[in-house]
């Protein structure tokens, strides 16, 4: 049987934490381990249902998932209870007194007694081995060690490792019972340099690991207080569009009222006005009807009689006039009945309006690889996409390509004027005109030539003049549909035109000048700037003369999409970091259909998004 020593040192340790054992569960596979051990090795187990032996792989089913439902060591913890409130006995002297023994010798492996441990320090050969505190053993602060002595030799060093065996052992044991068995040896010191190496390595990833697990939970915090600015932003629309439909309603109510009150004072005026005329005939029929009831009172002689007669042929002659004419009146009355209050009927017009989320409705590859040159949208409802290797492709708001057209023709710029034809400037720096049909048109536009004035953007305006922009002479040149030079010009003082728009209500253009778009005046002057750092950006005019705006990060492939008033003011985002696949060449152009979808477009892809109502 083993002494009490032994089954302190070789059972009763816990092999994950190496110290006494806490509450020891057994494994089907009969290994040992702490319910705490088990417990974090647990939380670690992918299916939460069984737990893995750390020593022999083994699985083993976890009742209800709750590891205190594994069977319970009594015998360990019996012992383990035991030498927790027990000192175990000296090694030397085998006295086995109550707290006799006072330390234990790492390197001897021996329990000491006060007497054996002032022996032990005394001899010259043993005063540099490890003596510790018996207190700090069964405590468990100072685990023992592993290895020693060969528990075949004891009197030989354990200095040999049996990486097959996972033991350690002297050298005789070393050669005798594992080289023969082509097990593979290591020496102690060579063995636990590779372990510590492995600890530290394992340490030094669970440390970045914590650390970038760290950091996402720093990020969830960041998304949290983004979402929670986002949906604040929500809640501030929806009561600043309360608030405004409120006034807009109140003030509408009031221009009603008022309209009902000058109808009122019309209608009482004619009311009046009957009124006034009817006490005016009553009044002047009693002053008649006065003035003949005096020829009662005396006999009528010679004038007065005559005077008397002439007053009567008069009342006579005022009572044949016509009664007051009722039906006048009802005609007030009647005019008064046809007015009604009608509400609308669209119920949206009255409505705060919808939650709504904009979404990706189409991606589709373009013809030709980085090809695109300009896009705009065509009168009759489609999206134009000329391509500066040649043509012009013609998707739906589906992003279905319908056509493509005037294929030999390099488009650099493109714009429509009201009655349907098209204006193309090519990459020559020459302009064109063509029929609904795309036939050239004899119409020439004497543009600057390409050396002279390089690309730029191109607009057609509410009144078909046609604005041409040049990035390195740094002006704006208008033209006419009728072709000919340029009617005026507009000097860019301090800026570069290189994308144009044109509003449909104003004189005001929008342009990109490199990472800045800028509202300018019907003379070229700047009023409003937008810009964000390190973002490029694409605007476009809307069908309301709305703006709005894409921001791309080109070198990550991630554009978002804002909607701003024609004073550039920010109204709401559309779209928020949308990832795109990343173009070769910096370079896009962003439009809305006709029929409410945007549309974004690279080098290479043809993006639609669309709006979906929020559930």
């Not at 492996?109 to 050969?125: L, V």
């Not at 373009?366 to 996409?385: E, H, Q, Y």
Request: aromatic residues 6%; contains cysteine.
């Amino acid at each position: 049987m083993a002494t009490f020593h032994e089954i302190s040192s070789q059972e009763l340790e816990c092999p994950i934490c190496l110290t006494l054992f806490n509450q020891p569960k057994s494994l089907t596979c009969s290994h040992t381990f702490c319910k705490d051990c088990l417990e974090r090795i647990f939380l670690t187990q992918p299916n939460q249902q069984t737990i893995t032996c750390p020593v022999c792989r083994k699985g083993t089913s976890v009742p209800s998932g709750d590891v205190r439902e594994l069977q319970t060591n009594e015998r360990l913890s019996s012992l383990a209870d035991e030498v927790k409130i027990k000192n175990p006995t000296c090694t030397n002297c085998g006295i086995d007194q109550e707290s006799s023994t006072v330390s234990y010798c790492q390197d001897c492996g021996k329990y000491m007694c006060k007497s054996c441990e002032i022996n032990h320090f005394g001899w010259k050969p043993l005063s540099n081995h490890e003596v510790v505190p018996i207190g700090d053993v069964l405590s468990g602060k100072v685990p023992l060690r592993r290895r020693g002595k060969c528990k075949k030799h004891p009197n030989a060093e354990a200095d040999c490792f049996c990486t097959n065996c996972r033991e350690y052992f002297c050298i005789t044991c070393g050669t005798v019972d594992h080289m023969q068995k082509g097990h593979l040896l290591e020496k102690v010191a060579v063995h636990e340099e590779n372990l510590m190496t492995n600890i530290e390595e394992l340490q030094k990833k669970a440390k970045s690991k914590k650390t970038t697990i760290g950091n996402h939970i720093d990020n969830i915090q960041t998304q949290r207080n983004e979402i929670t600015t986002i949906l604040k932003n929500l809640n501030d629309d929806i009561d600043k569009t309360y608030e405004e439909y409120v006034n807009l309603l109140s003030a509408r109510r009031e221009a009603l009222k008022c309209q009902v009150q000058r109808l009122s004072e019309k209608l009482e005026k004619e009311l009046k006005v009957m009124e006034e005329e009817s006490h005016q005939t009553i009044s002047h029929m009693n002053k008649m009807e006065e003035l003949v009831a005096n020829g009662m009172k005396v006999p009528l002689e010679k004038d007065a009689l005559i005077a008397h007669d002439t007053l009567c042929e008069n009342l006579k002659s005022f009572l044949g006039r016509d009664d007051p004419d009722d039906q006048s009146l009802r005609g007030v009355t009647e005019r008064a009945q046809k007015i009604s209050f009608l509400r609308h009927i669209k119920v949206n017009e009255l409505s705060l309006g919808e939650l709504k989320r904009w979404d990706i409705k189409a991606d589709v590859e373009l013809p030709v690889k980085s090809s695109m040159g300009c896009m705009t949208r065509t009168p009759d409802g489609k999206m134009a996409v000329g391509s500066w290797k040649g043509g012009i492709h013609l998707y739906s708001p589906d992003g279905e390509l319908q056509q493509t057209v005037l294929k030999d023709v390099r488009v650099a710029n493109l714009g429509f004027l009201s009655d349907g034809r098209s204006v193309v400037r090519d990459k020559d720096n020459k302009m064109s005109l063509y029929t609904r049909q795309w036939e050239k048109l004899d119409v020439t536009l004497e543009t600057t030539s390409e050396d002279e004035g390089l690309y730029g953007g191109l607009t057609v305006d509410r009144d078909d003049n046609i604005y041409v922009s040049y990035w390195e002479s740094k002006k704006i040149q208008v033209f006419t549909p009728q072709g000919g030079k340029a009617v005026r010009e507009i000097m860019c003082d301090g800026y570069e035109p290189e994308l144009l728009f044109s509003f449909h209500t104003t004189e005001k253009l929008i342009l990109t000048d490199t990472l800045a778009v800028a509202c300018l005046d019907g003379k070229g002057k700047k009023e409003n700037v937008l810009m964000k750092e390190g973002m490029f950006v694409y605007p476009a005019v809307c069908r309301d003369d709305s703006v709005i705006v894409a921001w791309v990060k080109h070198r990550k492939g991630i554009v978002s999409i804002d909607r701003y008033t024609r004073d550039l003011d920010h109204v709401h985002n559309l779209i928020t970091d949308f990832k795109i696949l990343k173009p070769e060449i910096n370079w896009y152009y962003l439009k809305e259909f006709e029929s409410g979808e945007i549309a974004f477009c690279t080098p290479d892809r043809l993006y639609i998004f669309d709006v979906k109502c929020e559930v």
